[in-house]
């Protein structure tokens, strides 16, 4: 069974950069594909804003965040990264890192994704 756990969130300013890591414990990571997610404050759904697939070959990102936010991968210590850099007030939320073994192309949609971590806050104030 996999498991993920997020972390690196925190307050930042306008501007400003995070990175977030998405670790994993359980068998055969570099088989599943991985996407961030984020639920803003008062919103219902989950946006998906990046995904990277289980080699690291292939990367999709939203457009709210293309250009702004990377994505990689270290399948050897089960770790994902998403750097995100001139962050924005509207980049407030909970993130979230998700996995699945066999996907659509390059999905970024939440029902598609079986394994979730539980979040890390992102907030984005001067």
């Known amino acids: 069974q996999l498991q993920l756990v997020e972390s690196g969130g925190g307050k930042v300013q306008p501007g400003g950069s995070l990175r977030l890591s998405c670790t994993a414990s359980g068998p055969i990571f570099d088989h599943y594909h991985i996407g961030w997610f984020r639920q803003a404050p008062g919103k219902e759904e989950r946006e998906g804003i990046s995904y990277i697939s289980s080699s690291g070959a292939y990367t999709n990102f939203a457009d709210s965040v293309k250009g702004r936010f990377t994505i990689s991968r270290d399948n050897a210590e089960k770790r994902v990264y998403l750097q995100m850099n001139s962050l924005k007030p509207e980049d407030t939320a909970v993130y979230y890192c998700?996995?699945?073994?066999?996907?659509?192309?390059?999905?970024?949609?939440?029902?598609?994704?079986?394994?979730w971590g539980q979040g890390t806050q992102v907030t984005v104030s001067s």
């Open positions: 998700a996995a699945e073994y066999g996907l659509g192309y390059r999905s970024m949609i939440p029902s598609e994704y079986a394994y």
